[in-house]
Every structure is written in C-alpha cells, then in structure tokens.
C-alpha cells in the first residue's frame, strides 16, 4: 500500500518551454501532496505544499507563477514548470499523505533544460 | 521551527559490520521524527518513523532507530551491514502542517 508514482521519470525540454509534471496517489486518497527539489548530492528543499481543491502554499523564495499546481482531486497533483531555463533543471519528487503523520514519496522526475 | 542535524555526510563499514547513522533534531513541538532511504535516481523510501509510541523504533530491511529525547537523538542502526545498504539516507522531523524538514544526508557506503 501507499504508492506514489509520478510521470515522467525524466524529460529533457528546450529552454522557454513548459513542462507538467504529474504525481498520483495509487492506493489512497491523499489529502496533501507535496512538492519537493532536489539539486545533485543534496537534500530535499521543500516547495509547495497542497491540498485537494484549494490553493498550493509556497515555500519562501519559489515563484508561484514559475511553478504552477494543480491538486484536482485527492489522487493528483500536478506542476508545470512554466517558461523552464536550465537553472530550473534538478530532481523534483512528490509525496503524499492520508493522515497527517507520514509522507509517501514518488520515484522522483528528473528534468533537464536545454 | 525544525531543524535536523545529521553528523557525517559520508560513511564507510564493511559487509557484516554494525551500520550507525546519527540524527539530532530541534524541535519546539514533541516531534515526529523519520528515516528516509533513497536509491540513486530514486525517490525516498521510508525505513521507520517514531511518532511518540514506543521509543525504539524498528523498521524495515532490519533498521531501527532509539528516539532519545534528553539527548535530542534518533540514530539509526543495523547490526549487519549489507551490500545492498549503499544509498543515501535522510533523517527527517515533522512539526506543523506535516511539512518535513530533512537533513543533509548521510551517505553509506558498503565495502567487501
């Protein structure tokens, strides 16, 4: 149980395009979903935190309208990376929770702007 | 406010040897406090999470953590170290909103 995916595993984009991102809960309503980066031997930074039918919460620092979610219904959840440069490249993974004591992470997307 | 602080971003044992990864963490609320693995390329897998039950946590592929609250610890242990343990480890807590505050990560390494 608790199965998080997230499509695409990778994608590679030119710069100026946009890219969507997409994170499913496959065995559970997730009441959050969360949205994390990951730069190369680091940790995870926090980005967004959102709930089913309202608007994400944003973390200090991350564009609102750079990084657009979307949590249309308690089993997706969705960010575009909007007009993406290659700063923007990194490992973006997902989690969700049911209850609100533990997170079940996605296999992560890793996108590369060219 | 959270902070975790995980002491050596690298560590090396021998197959068979005893695996400890420390963890210290700040919390101003009693706090929820988790061991995440994550394979190259992967996301995080949950080893194990104390959330103010039992002070010794076990969790899976033989890891267990000791919540030690007068030492504001919760390392992780395994008696035996496998090849197959070779990853990145993050020690994690959990204060409001459930938003996790993650550490800098522990690498191990495995050798023969």
């Known amino acids: 149980g608790a199965v998080v995916s997230q499509h695409p595993s990778w994608v590679i984009c030119k710069s100026g395009t946009s890219v969507k991102i997409e994170c499913r809960s496959l065995?559970?309503?997730?009441?959050?979903m969360f949205w994390y980066r990951q730069f190369p031997k680091q940790s995870l930074m926090l980005m967004a935190t959102?709930?089913?039918?309202?608007?994400?919460?944003?973390e200090q620092g991350v564009e609102k309208d750079k990084f657009l979610i979307n949590h249309a219904s308690l089993t997706l959840s969705t960010l575009t990376v909007t007009s993406a440069h290659p700063e923007d490249s990194s490992f973006y993974i997902c989690?969700?929770?049911?209850?609100?004591?533990?997170?079940?992470f996605g296999p992560g997307t890793r996108l590369t702007v060219l | 406010a959270q902070s975790v602080t995980q002491l050596g971003s690298h560590v090396s044992v021998s197959e068979g040897a005893l695996v400890l990864l420390r963890c210290n963490y700040s919390?101003?609320?009693?706090?929820?406090l988790f061991w995440y693995v994550q394979y190259p390329n992967q996301g995080l897998q949950l080893l194990l999470k104390?959330?103010?039950?039992?002070?010794l946590v076990k969790g899976i592929n033989g890891f267990e953590a000791e919540f030690k609250k007068s030492e504001t610890s919760f390392h992780l242990t395994k008696p035996s170290a496998h090849m197959s343990d070779a990853a990145e480890y993050f020690c994690?807590?959990?204060?409001?909103?459930?938003?996790?505050?993650f550490g800098t990560g522990t690498r191990l390494q495995v050798t023969l």
């Open positions: 989690s969700a929770t049911a209850s609100a004591d533990t997170q079940y």
């Open positions: 065995d559970f309503q997730a009441t959050t």
């Open positions: 959102s709930n089913e039918g309202s608007k994400a919460t944003y």
């Open positions: 919390s101003s609320v009693p706090p929820y």
């Open positions: 104390y959330t103010s039950a039992a002070t």
């Open positions: 994690a807590v959990s204060g409001t909103a459930s938003k996790l505050t």
